[in-house]
């Protein structure tokens, strides 16, 4: 596989994020991922979207609980990227620019696979508010966690979580969703990695520690 870069981007930091479908066990592997890069004496930043910072977090809670019409697509994108913006402002940035590691449960790619091959907003939409908000603070490595919808879902019920508006949104829904995901890993094979994530929490995290070391010249060997 080739290695993302194999020089250190501008700002400094690396920049991983994991995206995937509801019940996919991203926040499981995000969490294994900080204790491993944390172990080698890195200072990582571990956070996630919608929220990470106090504002976002606030905007938060609106997208994630209450009926799934609340808000339209286009509702939901314009809170996203406002969400968005402040967490990139308040905490991914300055922590790019000083050094750091910053490993996101879910990101930009989740607004392109939920609002749009989901919601049905249109791509170019979402890339002209991208270009605006996110700019060139792009992820270095995407890992996405796929999985069957049907599992996912069953996943996230047993979950009991109440932050469960947009696993409502029902089936069809969500095997849009996937097939955005996917669709965007095949745009963008470079920064893209798909993990197969039905099987165990052992074999997946050994599989991303994996892709991170190949990505990024420096944690090879540790």
């Not at 750091?100 to 049905?120: E, K, L, M, P």
């Not at 919808?149 to 849009?176: I, P, T």
């Amino acid at each position: 596989m080739n290695t993302l870069s194999e020089h250190p981007p501008l700002h400094g930091g690396r920049f991983i994020t994991f995206e995937g479908g509801e019940g996919a066990g991203k926040s499981t592997q995000v969490k294994t991922l900080v204790a491993k890069l944390r172990a080698l004496g890195l200072e990582v930043v571990q956070t996630r979207e919608p929220g990470g910072s106090p504002g976002a977090e606030a905007l938060r809670d609106l997208l994630v609980r209450g009926d799934a019409t609340r808000w339209s697509a286009v509702s939901e994108l314009l809170m996203m990227y406002a969400a968005r913006a402040d967490h990139l402002e308040k905490i991914i940035r300055p922590a790019l620019q000083r050094g750091a590691w910053v490993v996101c449960d879910r990101f930009a790619d989740s607004s392109r696979a939920y609002q749009g091959a989901g919601g049905g907003v249109a791509p170019a939409f979402i890339e002209q508010i991208d270009a605006a908000v996110v700019g060139p603070t792009q992820p270095d490595l995407v890992l996405l966690m796929d999985m069957p919808v049907e599992a996912g879902l069953k996943r996230a019920e047993v979950r009991g979580d109440a932050e469960n508006r947009f696993e409502s949104k029902g089936l069809v829904f969500h095997e849009r969703l996937r097939a955005g995901f996917l669709a965007r890993a095949r745009q963008v094979p470079e920064r893209y990695r798909v993990i197969d994530a039905d099987q165990g929490i052992e074999p997946i995290a050994a599989e991303v520690w994996t892709l991170v070391q190949s990505a990024f010249p420096e944690l090879r060997g540790a």
